[in-house]
């Protein structure tokens, strides 16, 4: 198997696993990085960086809000200062989900 097949066919069992879609898996990455990165991400600083080619803020919200947490793959924390600012939070199956791509990318 190629190496191009081999990644297609890897993405694939992940997003059938956990039923995702190339959307959901580009927000989780986006998310992903910014957390190892030690940073907080807030549901609009998310909706704003989708919201030219990937899809309007409204769907992104949507997809976040609703899809993601649903999954329990994020979750929304609201802020102590500011009720109306919510950060996104690993949700409990996040560690499932990096745990179950970690095995894939094993050499």
């Known amino acids: 198997m190629s190496p191009i097949t081999k ?3 890897q ?3 992940v997003k059938n696993k956990f039923s995702l879609d190339n959307t959901d898996l580009l927000i989780l990455a986006t998310l992903s990085e910014k957390w190892y990165e030690g940073k907080d991400v807030r549901v ?3 909706t704003k960086k989708f919201n030219e080619g990937v899809g ?4 992104i919200h949507y997809r976040l809000t ?4 649903k999954l329990g793959i994020v979750a929304l924390q ?3 200062e500011d ?3 919510k950060f996104i939070v690993k949700g ?3 560690n499932t989900l990096e745990k179950y791509v970690g095995k894939l990318w094993k050499p």
């Open 83 to 85: 009720a109306r600012v």
């Open 66 to 69: 609703t899809d993601l947490v």
């Open 7 to 9: 990644l297609v066919t």
């Open 78 to 80: 609201i802020s102590e």
């Open 11 to 13: 993405v694939e069992a």
């Open 44 to 46: 609009t600083d998310l």
């Open 92 to 94: 409990k199956q996040f």
């Open 56 to 59: 309007s803020s409204a769907s």
